[in-house]
């Protein structure tokens, strides 16, 4: 079966600590991607890779990096974390190439920034 | 810029029905489609994958169907049970990304 792991499934940090958020998948697939989950505002895409050392800014990229050294692993950083990054962090990957394979997601990481 | 828009937002129907979830897309130039399933607090589960090529795909008792040229797909739940309760999610892939719907959030009462 295919799986996704998120490191935590739920996470409290203070303003201003740097945060990692680690995603695994055990499928061997190319692409990952991390995205944040806010209501009314539905899933945005944060950052995505297609390779090792790979990476592609998403839509909101702004207070987050990213970091990719092993196929199976795409680590999601906040730098200096803030409130407004409260929110539902989800990681998925898929298959290359693009369009033929659907997207497998893990089952999230709801962090709070206090 | 693609967007995509789902509804209703929100759908409470009687145990047994069959329903039909609706999601509309801007820009006709996509590579596929899909429809997911996210439970309360929890990750996205995919349910269906319709490729640009293709015009519906079925597991069970769902069936989805695109048509690419006038920018829809439907989600169709047939004799709708309480465990199908859940927000249902559809989001096109464009380009290198999926775009994602906001979603239907749908109640089955027994």
């Known amino acids: 079966d295919v799986k996704v792991t998120q490191s935590s499934r739920y996470l409290v940090k203070r303003t201003g600590e740097k945060v990692f958020l680690e995603c695994v998948q055990d499928?061997?697939?190319?692409?990952m991607f991390w995205y944040r989950q806010d209501p009314g505002l539905g899933l945005r895409l944060i950052y995505f890779s297609y390779d090792v050392k790979m990476k592609e800014k998403g839509d909101i990229p702004e207070g987050y990096s990213v970091s990719r050294e092993k196929k199976e692993r795409f680590s999601l950083i906040l730098e200096s974390a803030s409130t407004n990054q409260t929110s539902m962090y989800l990681c998925?990957?898929?298959?290359?190439?693009?369009?033929?394979?659907?997207?497998?997601f893990g089952p999230g990481t709801r962090l709070t920034v206090l | 810029k693609q967007e995509v828009t789902q509804i209703p937002a929100a759908l409470s129907v009687p145990e047994g029905e069959n329903l039909v979830l609706n999601c509309s897309f801007t820009?006709?130039?996509?590579?596929?489609l899909q429809w997911f399933r996210q439970d309360p607090g929890k990750g996205l589960t995919s349910l269906l994958l319709i490729q640009s090529s293709q015009r519906e795909q079925t597991s069970g008792r769902l069936n989805a169907s695109l048509d690419k040229s006038s920018g829809r797909s439907t989600l169709y739940i047939a004799a709708s049970q309480p465990g199908d309760s859940a927000t249902y999610l559809c989001a096109v892939e464009d380009t290198d990304k999926l775009i994602f719907g906001t979603g239907t959030r749908l109640q089955v009462f027994p």
């Open positions: 820009d006709s130039a996509i590579y596929n």
């Open positions: 998925a990957s898929s298959l290359s190439p693009q369009g033929l394979h659907e997207q497998f």
């Open positions: 499928m061997d697939h190319e692409n």
